[in-house]
C-alpha cells in the first residue's frame, strides 16, 4: 500500500489550497478514504473522510470550508480547503484501511508521507 500526498504549501488567510493524495496497492474503489492533519505536540486529527459509497463526514472546525472528493478511475482522493485560517496550519495525511473503522482510527492503517499546509495571517 503507498499513499502519496502532494499539494501543500504556504497560503494567506482567507485563501485556498488543493491537495490530493495518489493510492497504490489497495482496491481503492472499495476502501473508504481520510483526510487528517498534525501539529507540534497534538494528536492527529481526523479532518474529513469520504466512504467508499461516496458519503463524506468532517470535523466541525473544517465543516463548509473543506471538500473532500475521490477519483476512482484514477486512485485519488482529493482535499479542497478554502477559507483557510492560521488554526489549520498542520501536516496533512492521507490514510486509507481495510474497515471503516480503521480508516477513522488515528493510529491504525496506511499512511501517506504527509504534505505541510502553513496558513499566514
Known amino acids: 500500500e503507498r499513499l502519496v500526498e502532494s499539494g501543500g504549501g504556504v497560503v494567506q488567510a482567507g485563501g485556498s489550497l488543493r491537495l490530493s493524495c495518489a493510492v497504490s496497492g489497495i482496491d481503492f474503489n472499495r476502501n473508504a478514504m481520510a483526510w487528517f492533519r498534525q501539529t507540534p505536540g497534538k494528536q492527529r486529527e481526523m479532518v474529513a473522510v469520504?466512504?467508499?459509497?461516496?458519503?463524506?463526514s468532517y470535523s466541525d472546525s473544517v465543516k463548509v470550508r473543506f471538500t473532500i472528493s475521490r477519483d476512482n478511475a484514477a486512485d485519488t482522493v482529493s482535499l479542497q480547503m478554502d477559507s483557510l485560517k492560521p488554526e489549520d496550519t498542520a501536516v496533512y495525511f492521507c490514510?486509507?484501511?481495510?474497515?471503516?473503522?480503521?480508516?477513522?482510527?488515528?493510529?491504525?492503517?496506511?499512511w501517506g508521507q504527509g504534505t505541510q499546509v502553513t496558513v499566514s495571517s
Open positions: 490514510k486509507t484501511g481495510h474497515t471503516l473503522a480503521t480508516v477513522l482510527s488515528t493510529t491504525m492503517g496506511y
Open positions: 469520504i466512504r467508499s459509497s461516496g458519503g463524506t
